[in-house]
């Protein structure tokens, strides 16, 4: 089993509508959790992290963690053609390092 | 503008050559990693640094090499021991002093054995 599981995509919706991203996780130790976006060709950037079950809002994402299913989540609302890129999930398992899902391709449709 | 400057962008080497790949930041971070991303697949440690002077190995270390000389600058060299050293090369930093996951990337390196 892959310590951090993510559906490769790519999953499209259309402009304006909430696009939603999951990943689990296999390690029930895992401290904190980070969504990272990545555009075609360039390196990824941090846009989300959360560290407590729940909801956390930032603008038009939503990051959702539930530490009893080991599942996070991030919802995209009002969803822009300038999403459209590969989405990492990412866990801090305690041990001084990432590891990182695969990415979850999004396309967003004008 | 304070940031990670990775060189060269692009990079081709023969096989049986090492090649040495720039990361350098002025961000005043303590914590360095390198990080290799091939086509389809996550990201995956190749090996990081907390301090100057000091390095850790991370899943894939072998056949890679690095040095922390400055607190500037963490170059990863690839030597001809990396059987499939062909991917994406990405160094980044952190800030935190506890290291919680939250890290500043370079633009990468991209490296091609010919």
């Known amino acids: 089993q892959k310590e951090v599981e993510q559906n490769s995509g790519p999953l499209s919706v259309p402009e304006g509508a909430i696009a939603s991203l999951n990943c689990t996780y296999s390690?029930?130790?895992?401290?904190?959790f980070f969504w990272y976006r990545q555009y075609s060709g360039k390196s990824p950037e941090l846009i989300m992290s959360i560290y407590s079950n729940g909801d956390k809002e930032d603008g038009r994402f939503t990051a959702q963690l539930n530490k009893a299913s080991q599942y996070v989540s991030l919802l995209i609302r009002d969803s822009q053609p300038s999403d459209s890129a590969t989405y990492l999930c990412?866990?801090?398992?305690?041990?001084?390092?990432?590891?990182f899902g695969t990415g979850t391709r999004l396309l967003v449709s004008p | 503008d304070g940031g990670i400057t990775q060189s060269p962008k692009y990079l081709f080497r023969k096989e049986g050559q090492n090649v040495t790949l720039s990361c350098e930041q002025n961000?005043?971070?303590?914590?360095m990693y390198w990080y290799r991303q091939d086509p389809g697949q996550g990201l995956r440690l190749i090996y990081y640094s907390q301090i100057v002077n000091d390095f850790q190995k991370g899943d894939i270390a072998e056949g890679y090499s690095v040095s922390r000389e400055k607190k500037e600058s963490f170059p990863l060299t690839v030597t001809s021991a990396q059987k499939n050293p062909t991917a994406f090369y990405l160094c980044a930093s952190s800030s935190k002093d506890r290291f919680t996951g939250e890290l500043f990337f370079g633009e990468g390196s991209r490296l091609t054995v010919l």
């Open positions: 990412a866990v801090n398992t305690g041990f001084q390092k990432l590891v």
């Open positions: 961000l005043n971070h303590d914590a």
């Open positions: 390690d029930r130790g895992s401290q904190s």
